[in-house]
Each structure stands twice: as structure tokens, then as C-alpha cells.
């Protein structure tokens, strides 16, 4: 379920999902690039929605996701001249947007899934800008700081693997 179906008050979906469902996920809804797409833009409408949704149903929410290599802005990993932030100014930025998640849904998200696809389908770590400049430590940081700022929050501690077909 997604923006499109929250627009519209009377959407099929939705009494379809209250009536037999009782766990929803985000989308791309709490993607980086779409509630933060510029330093300082914010795009909450979508979200604030979606989280008003479950709640008003009493659904179980899971807020996806907080980092991921996909549809994360290229400003996230540069600094103001284009070039590589330090892993100091990345964990900064990380913190920052954790801090952000649980200042407006901390109490209305149930989980968390924290690190999304950060493992190649051969088993190997993602080369993403993250794990470049974080280098193998990206997903231990990322559950630490989610820990630490978000401690009565539930965190997926999963491996999702994008398997190819044979």
C-alpha cells in the first residue's frame, strides 16, 4: 500500500487492508530520497498518512527503511564541493536522519527495518558509498546508532538477498 492509495479516501485497498490485514510496511514512502531529496527538503505528507493509517486501524507498522544503497541521494555521501564526506561527517548525516525518524515516528512505528540489501547475491558486502566510505563496519554503525537513539524501538536483524535465477 502506498501514496496513491492513501490519496484517495475511499480506495479499495484500504478496506481491504482493514479488514484482513494487521502488519503494514512503508514503501518507498520513508526512502531517503523521497522525504529528503535536497539538504534541508523534507517531504512528509506521504509518510505522516501512511503512519495515521495504521494507527487510526490499530496495524502493526514497519517503517522501511533507514538506510539503503538504493534511491539514497548522492548529497548524502558529499560534502558542499562534491567530494567524498569522511566517515565522521557520513556517521554524522546517519545519526542525524535516525534522529529525525524517531522524533516523528518512534512512538508510531513498531519495527524498523534498518539496513536494506547491503549483501551481493554471491554472499559478498554491497560496495555501496555507505560500506565505501564506512567500509565493513556500515551495518554494525547503523544498528548501533538505530540502538542508541532509538532504544525501545524493535529492528530487523535480517538478510535480505537478491538471489539471481539459474
Known amino acids: 500500500m502506498g501514496g496513491r492509495h492513501l490519496s ?42 501512511f503512519v495515521a493509517f495504521t494507527k487510526k486501524h490499530d496495524i502493526y507498522t514497519i517503517g522501511h527503511v533507514l538506510f539503503w544503497h538504493s534511491q539514497t541521494p548522492d548529497w548524502v555521501f558529499e560534502d558542499a564541493a562534491g567530494n567524498p564526506l569522511s566517515r ?4 554524522a548525516r546517519m545519526r542525524e536522519r535516525v534522529q529525525l525518524y524517531a522524533d516523528r515516528y518512534g512512538d508510531k512505528a513498531d519495527l524498523w527495518d534498518v539496513v536494506n540489501e547491503s549483501i551481493e547475491s554471491d554472499g559478498t558486502k554491497r ?17 548501533k546508532m538505530a540502538d542508541e537513539i532509538m532504544p525501545k524501538s524493535a529492528f530487523y536483524r535480517v538478510v535480505k538477498l537478491a538471489l539471481e535465477a539459474k
Not at 127 to 143: H, P, T
Open 8 to 49: 484517495v479516501p475511499d480506495h479499495p485497498a484500504l478496506k481491504l487492508v482493514t479488514e484482513h490485514f494487521n502488519t503494514l510496511t512503508t514503501g518507498n514512502e520513508l526512502i531517503w530520497g523521497v522525504i529528503n531529496p535536497q539538504p534541508g527538503e523534507y517531504r512528509f505528507d506521504i509518510p505522516d498518512r
Open 88 to 91: 565522521e561527517a557520513l556517521l
Open 127 to 143: 560496495r555501496s558509498k555507505f560500506n565505501q566510505i564506512l567500509g565493513d563496519e556500515f551495518e554494525a554503525e547503523a544498528f
